[in-house]
């Protein structure tokens, strides 16, 4: 019995390993090794390009648009001369709205003049010519003051009066001695004056809150453009979407996903989907031109027609994702639910539906951001071109009248002629592109927050 | 020899509970389940085994018309429980799978609480009246799985926090909670550890006593545990059916005995 | 052995299978009594129900075997639950052997009746299958218990009962060669000797599962042989 029990051939180490040694690599493992190294340097240098392009493109951005933020001032003390404003002294408003602003332009001039009296500034321009170095909308800010405190004529009340776009581009270095030789609206003795006037400390630079909150202003005046009212527009334009694209779009993929049977017709409706959302923009514009405005006879430029043709566009984008979120639903939640007696309906709404938000939602943020960026189509239902000078009077007002949008806004100033709407155009780009990376960064930080709850 | 007590068998037949007969499958164009003839008992478990693909799960699913979901399923023949037919056009497959729940392979807890999983399919068939009341059903369900001792101070965490064991026992509950008539368990261990495992399969003894429970089952040894009656599938063909301790003592056809002993797969 | 299976189906099966056993032992231990004493009182009426009672015994045996080949094939038994299992088969075996013995007891009480009586060979016969009966209850306690000692004690008396049969074996011999009309009798005293000395091994056949069943592992001191009828001219 004793010796079965004992192992007939115990293990014995051998002394050499067969095949090789593990602590020597062959020459194959070697070559493996270095195609490996490579691939990671190239994908290394890959994210090295983009995050070069991306810093460049970033700072251009930056350099080019932080400008638009700031604007040149001037502060005057102007007399509100009665016998030019209220010439009969009654203080009845109607007659004092029937002095234009050209009215108020020898009061800015008689200011000017008693400004640089008291400041001592030696200049040989005349009183007219100084004032040609303030905004157009100086003579306008001055009006809409008087128009609203009627009770002020008589007064002398202290003013900050944007300059004009020359004198802000010369303080911002855009505008030289040597650029202006051709240049009818500007010249070197006012140039002079302004040097005067800096060193005096009553021009000068400051931060501009009429471009984030303003209204577009026309060609001669870039220095009184602001972005405000096109955000509105914008603003109404994604509520719209919103309203629109959401619910139709989440149903739409709730009942092809769930509930819409297998079938040719079926197949084409989601082909037909995908390539929609690879239709140009443009081709949105022309249908909402067609449809939206020479059909149904909706308001041109309307923030309306805007959404709606956004709606479109942005409902293949919302529906793909949103049925992308219901697959990622696992198939034994639905089992799950139809196994203790859940209807289908049951089983989509009280179960599948809140594990897909999250992804819902992120997709339908991008599908804003996306058509928050758009361009192409509000350019043919008359979004762009318009000059958006006033806010809308209320929400309905916002709805249906003309207005613009962030991009067709900064669009329109980067065509205008004068270059200071250019730096105006890049300061547009910096606020929409705050607004994406805001919905960007909600969109992640609701896919984070819901990730993967089974 | 009449007085000794054996080990456990049905020896004296108990009600037919579902009765299949001349059921044909059909996915598209293949003939998944080809005359199958199966009659279930009351308070009785029934295994399916045999080789993957050999349609022992696609019978399951018949059984609570789960196949309904999938479009391009057909299914003839008669399925009665009770003497009803289960696919005639009166009936309405939500109504039927409140009478014939079921578990599935993979433990799929909803990712809400423990409560809220249990209290799911009371609330939607209206079982409960009151809080209190659902609260009972939650309870009752819970203990019957064999789990209300494990989660009874957290009923408020949710489901899939549990071991993979816990959650299959909590599916349990959940199925119960709705008081089938008949338990459908596909495959319901074959995510689980060995100790999981037996604990769900004393819970299917357990369960017994009040369901008639029909479990498939890769696993032959675990059929061979749980069960008293056992079909063996093969290529869609329902090959034998019979007393558990037969079919792997002494089975009658040559392809159970090859597929009980490992000869073909 | 003491915890519990978390299938309590298995469990059950398990008692049940062991209960078999016990009452398979308790039927051998009354059917070797039965023999003895009909032996002893000329009663055929008992002879011929300890050859009756038999057939219950291998039926058991019968019902035995099938249920572990279904607890086998069904539980798929390891360690101490499978030794448990494959001690169950072999000591039925042994039981059953033990069974047929009595059974052979019995016949020869027939034949004997008519015959005349052997001066004291019927008492010392008696004197054997008692040692043999409370030894088999000894091995079956153990079993049951699972009492290795006790198991082992049963195997070391197995000595007494050789013994026994080895001074029967010289007395018969001598009444043969005393008369030969005693040599019938005697022949079918000395079968039902051997028949005893035979259950002996079974029991302590038994005994040693019992070793196994708790250890694991074969007694390994060689069992003692007083037997040595074998060596005798």
Redesign the interface.
């Known amino acids: 019995m004793t010796d079965i029990t004992q192992t007939p051939n115990a293990p014995v180490p051998s002394d050499k390993p067969k095949g090789g040694s593990l602590f020597e690599k062959d020459p194959r493992t070697k070559r493996r090794n270095a195609a490996e190294g490579r691939f990671k340097m190239y994908g290394i240098a890959a994210i090295g390009v983009g995050l070069l392009m991306l810093v460049v493109l970033v700072t251009n951005i930056v350099t080019a648009g932080m400008g638009a933020f700031q604007q040149t001032f001037l502060e005057l003390d102007v007399t509100l001369l009665e016998s030019k404003l209220d010439k009969k002294g009654n203080r009845n408003i109607d007659d004092i709205k029937k002095v234009s602003t050209f009215g108020y332009a020898p009061l800015v001039s008689a200011a000017l003049e008693s400004e640089v009296e008291k400041l001592g500034i030696q200049t040989d321009l005349k009183p007219k010519k100084m004032a040609g170095i303030l905004s157009k909308a100086a003579m306008a800010k001055l009006r809409n003051y008087v128009v609203a405190n009627p009770d002020e004529i008589g007064k002398t009340v202290s003013f900050r009066f944007l300059a004009n776009s020359r004198v802000d581009g010369y303080i911002k270095g855009r505008v030289t001695r040597a650029s202006i030789a051709n240049d009818k609206s500007i010249s070197s003795e006012q140039l002079d004056f302004v040097d005067q006037l800096i060193d005096a400390g009553v021009l000068y630079k400051a931060f501009d809150p009429d471009f984030i909150f303003g209204a577009d202003a026309s060609d001669q005046r870039p220095e009184a453009a602001g972005i405000g009212v096109s955000m509105l527009g914008s603003l109404f334009m994604m509520l719209v979407v919103l309203a629109l694209a959401l619910p139709i779009g989440v149903a739409a993929s709730i009942y092809l996903e769930e509930f819409a049977p297998q079938n040719r017709l079926t197949d084409i409706i989601e082909v037909n989907i995908s390539n929609l959302a690879a239709v140009p923009s443009i081709v949105f514009g022309i249908l909402g031109l067609a449809v939206f405005i020479n059909y149904m006879h909706l308001p041109t430029s309307a923030p309306l027609v805007g959404g709606l043709v956004l709606t479109l566009m942005t409902l293949p984008t919302i529906i793909i994702s949103t049925r992308a979120s219901l697959k990622a639903v696992p198939p034994s939640i639905r089992d799950a639910a139809l196994g203790v007696g859940a209807s289908k309906m049951q089983a989509v709404f009280h179960h599948v539906l809140p594990l897909a938000a999250p992804g819902i939602l992120t997709g339908t943020i991008i599908g804003l951001a996306q058509a928050l960026g758009e361009t192409a189509p509000l350019l043919l239902i008359g979004m762009v071109g318009f000059i958006a000078s006033n806010p809308p009077d209320g929400i309905v007002e916002g709805f249906l009248s003309p207005n613009s949008a962030m991009p067709a806004q900064i669009y329109e100033w980067s065509k205008r002629a004068d270059p200071a709407f250019y730096e105006r155009a890049w300061g547009g780009i910096i606020i929409l592109l705050l607004f994406l990376v805001t919905m960007n960064t909600i969109a992640v930080i609701l896919r984070r927050r819901f990730e993967r709850r089974w | 020899?009449n007085d000794?007590?054996?080990?456990?068998r049905t020896v004296n037949s108990k009600a037919i509970k579902i009765a299949a007969s001349d059921v044909q499958v059909y996915y598209g164009d293949t003939h998944a389940i080809k005359d199958v003839d199966v009659e279930i008992e009351d308070k009785t478990v029934t295994a399916f085994i045999g080789p993957s693909g050999c349609g022992k799960s696609t019978f399951l699913r018949c059984l609570?018309r789960?196949n309904d979901?999938i479009?391009?399923c057909r299914v003839q023949g008669d399925i009665l429980l009770d003497g009803e037919d289960i696919y005639d056009k009166r009936v309405d497959p939500?109504?039927l799978?409140?009478k014939v729940?079921?578990?599935?392979q993979?433990p799929?807890?909803?990712?809400k609480s423990i409560y809220d999983n249990v209290a799911?399919?009371p609330r939607?068939?209206g079982l409960a009246k009151n809080k209190a009341e659902l609260d009972e059903i939650v309870e009752k369900s819970l203990r019957r799985a064999a789990i209300w001792n494990e989660v009874k101070d957290r009923l408020d965490a949710?489901g899939?926090g549990l071991s993979g064991g816990q959650q299959q026992r909590l599916?349990i509950a959940?199925?119960v909670?709705?008081e089938p008539e008949v338990l459908l368990m596909d495959e319901p261990c074959s995510a689980l550890d060995p100790?999981a495992t037996?604990?769900v399969?004393?819970l299917i003894?357990e369960l017994r006593k009040q369901y008639s429970v029909v479990i498939v089952t890769h696993s032959m040894?675990q059929a061979?545990?749980v069960s008293q009656k056992t079909a063996f599938f093969h290529l869609g063909n329902l090959v034998e059916f019979g007393e558990?301790?037969q079919i792997?003592?002494n089975p009658v056809d040559p392809r159970t005995e090859s597929y009980i002993t490992g000869r073909i797969g | 052995m003491t915890e519990q299976h978390i299938a309590s189906a298995f469990d059950r099966d398990l008692e049940t299978i062991q209960a078999h056993i016990m009452k398979m032992g308790g039927l051998v231990e009354a059917a070797i009594m039965g023999a003895a004493r009909s032996l002893e009182t000329r009663d055929e009426e008992l002879a011929q129900q300890v050859r009756q009672g038999d057939k219950a015994i291998d039926a058991l045996e019968d019902v035995i075997n099938e249920e572990t080949a279904r607890l086998i094939a069904l539980r798929a038994p390891t360690a101490g639950d499978l030794r448990l299992v494959l001690s169950v088969l072999k000591v039925s075996a042994n039981l059953e052997r033990i069974g047929d013995y009595s059974k052979n007891i019995a016949k020869r009480t027939t034949v004997l009746t008519n015959a005349s009586e052997i001066n004291g060979s019927a008492a010392a016969l008696r004197r054997m299958a008692r040692e043999v009966e409370v030894m088999l209850r000894d091995a079956l306690d153990a079993y049951i218990q699972r009492d290795a000692e006790l198991a082992a004690d049963v195997i070391v008396r197995d000595e007494e009962v050789d013994q026994m049969y080895n001074g029967l074996f010289r007395e018969l011999l001598t009444f043969m060669a005393e008369d030969p009309r005693n040599i019938s009798s005697c022949m079918h005293l000395h079968f039902i000797a051997k028949n005893i000395e035979r259950m002996g091994d079974h029991v302590t056949a038994i005994a040693e599962q019992v070793v196994y069943l708790v250890t694991g592992e074969r007694p390994t001191e060689a069992r003692p042989k007083a037997d040595t009828t074998s060596q005798t001219a």
Do not use: S
């Open positions: 020899m000794m007590t054996r080990m456990e609570n789960m979901t479009d391009i939500v109504q799978r409140a729940g079921m578990v599935f993979k799929n807890p909803f990712p799911y399919g939607i068939h949710p899939t599916c959940r199925a909670a709705t100790i037996a604990q399969e004393e003894d040894q061979a545990r558990t301790g792997f003592t």
